[in-house]
């Protein structure tokens, strides 16, 4: 580094320390919270930006696995309090449990936490005064010295840094790369409800492999509550209530006697319980950042939940961001934070697609453990 380079630098550092940054995120889900979080214990100025009237609780339970409670704890955020341990094991359709040879415990543990008790713990670490509800981010403008953000209704912020932490549907990518729209996964639907636990078993199901491309069961989420859950590829026609619809996949997973208690448990569930989605993905992106503008979470990877960690690397995203703006100027770090997450998610989309392609309980349960052992060790520190 020449003798220029060091004196911009220590003028950069010497203004971060006369001025917190000011940074606007879009999005009060868990990944936004999560950020928010993170970038207050370094410092930052955060705005978080939420559409919705209130602290977002869509979704049933999120599985959070050993790199995303390490960003969490360093945020400030006693996740495991909230959640239940799982241990995974994979089923077949008669019930017989499967695990990958060469694989352990570590590779198949992860806590499952309800979402809206996280967002809520989250929205206290923050403070619910740093929290704008039913603020919709409409565009901004990307300048060399600062974005200006603009929200529904006229009002404009100026900031430091926009985050774009709003989902799949985000407004920020759209902003920064047009053209990107989230694209619908062929014939790929999810059905979910958190319930009030019975007498099903409590080490749960998760996740049984059936057929006709239908996965799914049902696990503890946490003390008196049970997550159920079912997901099929190539769904077909839809008909019915979304109760019919997810009984009608819930029985590709129940052979021999095996699940009676997840057909019952759906059976059972009030039709406004259950959350219903088509799942969308985001095309592999060019770049997640512009001057003082960044993606995050599933405005810049949006993935298919068969993986069943989409969560965890937008919070690992979270994590690898702050650590990149707390070691170096915005520019370099926003570079630094780009490189990185574009050749993880390389790989990651690799995983995801031999997990997909898997043809039977075995062959799934060989690769998701492949992918899930990857994950863990190669996340960043």
Not at 223 to 245: I, P, Y
Not at 328 to 354: G, K, N, P, W
Not at 363 to 376: D, I, P, V
Request: charged share 25%; aromatic share 6%; glycine share 10%.
């Amino acid at each position: 580094m020449c003798h220029h380079d060091v004196v911009v630098l220590d003028w950069r550092q010497e203004r971060t320390k006369e001025r917190d940054m000011h940074t606007v995120i879009a999005g009060g889900g868990l990944v936004g919270l999560t950020t928010a979080a993170a970038l207050r214990r370094i410092g930052h100025d955060v705005t978080v930006l939420e559409q919705a009237p209130g602290i977002r609780a869509a979704g049933a339970g999120i599985g959070l696995w050993a790199n995303a409670i390490r960003v969490l704890e360093d945020a400030g955020v006693d996740v495991r309090a909230l959640g239940q341990e799982i241990n995974a094991w994979f089923f077949d359709p008669a019930g017989k449990p499967l695990r990958a040879k060469g694989y352990d415990d570590s590779d198949h543990r992860f806590l499952l936490v309800p979402r809206p008790a996280l967002n809520t713990l989250l929205a206290d670490v923050i403070g619910r005064d740093r929290i704008r509800l039913s603020a919709r981010l409409t565009g901004f403008e990307d300048h060399a010295d600062e974005v200006v953000v603009h929200l529904d209704g006229g009002e404009s912020l100026h900031a430091d840094l926009l985050i774009g932490a709003d989902g799949v549907y985000s407004r920020v990518r759209s902003g920064l790369l047009p053209g990107t729209d989230a694209q619908a996964h062929a014939g790929h639907y999810a059905w979910r409800a958190i319930v009030r636990a019975g007498d099903e078993r409590p080490e749960g199901t998760v996740l049984t492999i059936g057929t006709d491309g239908t996965r799914g069961g049902y696990t503890r989420v946490a003390d008196g509550q049970t997550m159920w859950m079912v997901n099929q590829f190539e769904a077909g026609s839809l008909s019915g209530s979304k109760r019919d619809r997810a009984l009608a996949r819930a029985r590709n997973l129940a052979e021999a006697g095996w699940h009676d208690e997840l057909l019952r448990m759906i059976a059972a569930t009030s039709e406004d319980a259950i959350l219903e989605n088509r799942i969308m993905l985001v095309p592999p992106l060019p770049r997640w950042t512009g001057s003082r503008v960044a993606l995050i979470g599933d405005a810049a990877h949006g993935l298919s939940p068969h993986i069943a960690a989409g969560g965890t690397l937008g919070v690992e995203d979270a994590g690898v961001l702050r650590t990149a703006l707390a070691s170096a100027d915005l520019t370099e770090a926003l570079e630094q934070y780009e490189h990185a997450r574009i050749a993880r998610f390389e790989r990651v989309r690799e995983f995801s697609a031999a997990v997909e392609a898997a043809t039977g309980p075995a062959g799934f349960a060989a690769r998701y453990a492949a992918f899930s052992h990857w994950m863990l060790t190669t996340t960043p520190v």
